[in-house]
Nanobody
Framework: QAQFVESGGALVQPGDSLTLSCAVS????????IGWFRQAPGKEREEVSC????????DVADSLKGRFTISRDNAKSMGYLQMTDLKPEDTAVYYC?????????WGKGTLVTVSL
């Protein structure tokens, strides 16, 4: 009965900020690394950011550093992606991932559209 659900996607304007959330039930998130990925139309899925389960170390894609960051709240079994200064090229379906020892859980995605 594991569930893994993203939320927070919206239609926004360039320069806006937005926070995406990933809610977990049915398994313990504490022991999993969390990653955010995105897939734009006609493009391959790409890694946006990830956070370790062990020490909380954070990686952000080079092109997104300074605009995007990742966080987690293990007590709430939640993961977050904070996005600022959004650009049209950020338009994509955003997916949350949890990984432990090579086993991945994926959400179904949430759509972010950045447009005038």
């Amino acid at each position: 009965q594991a569930q893994f659900v993203e939320s927070g996607g919206a239609l926004v304007q360039p320069g806006d900020s937005l926070t995406l959330s990933c809610a977990v039930s049915g398994f313990t998130l504490n022991y999993y690394a969390i990653g955010w990925f995105r897939q734009a139309p006609g493009k391959e899925r790409e890694e946006v950011s990830c956070i370790s389960s062990i020490d909380g170390s954070i990686d952000v894609a080079d092109s997104l550093k300074g605009r995007f960051t990742i966080s987690r709240d293990n007590a709430k079994s939640m993961g977050y992606l904070q996005m600022t200064d959004l650009k049209p090229e950020d338009t994509a379906v955003y997916y949350c991932n949890a990984r432990r020892r090579g086993i991945d859980y994926w959400g179904k995605g949430t759509l972010v559209t950045v447009s005038l």
